[in-house]
């Protein structure tokens, strides 16, 4: 699959088969995750990968749209390490870039992924930090669902003329 029908037929896929992602596979998309641009090049994210039954059992009790995670292979948590950012606040950009560039892998290897947004929910971020022990400088920006998809959604064409300016509004 090449970059632009990844980009366009990539859906949010919240069904999953039980079929296990290797660990290989879940490196692949970290590796894209951090060739993601940054502010500045300061790079500030840190995934945590989970695989561990328990916890993804338990993150739908912290996150109400997360119900997903209970078939999914893996979660990934997206998070921003405040004391590697130059540029304050930019954080939140880089760790959106690196989640997109997730999702479009996964789109590209046959997986279905889904982004979670917990930042800047402050109760929901609390919880995350709690759940997955981060330090109190590193703030979780989402959590993406990662699975074999046992859905399949038709590529949606999201382009609106009307949305478009050209030189000013």
Known sequence: M???????????????????????VITELLKVAMSAPSASNEQPWHFV???????????????????MLKEASWAIAVCGDLNQEMVSGYWVQDCSAATQNILIAANAMGL???????????ERAKAVQKLLGLPGNVLPLCFI????????????NRYDESRVHRNHW
């Open 112 to 122: 279905g992924a889904v982004w979670l947004g917990v930042y800047p929910r402050e």
């Open 2 to 24: 090449d970059a632009m029908e990844a980009i366009l037929s990539r859906r949010s896929i919240r069904r999953y088969t039980d079929k296990p992602v290797p660990q290989e």
């Open 145 to 156: 669902s990662i699975g074999y998809p046992a859905e399949k959604k038709p590529p949606s």
């Open 49 to 67: 990968i989970i695989d561990d039954r328990r916890i993804l059992d338990e993150i739908p009790k912290l996150h109400p749209y997360s119900n």
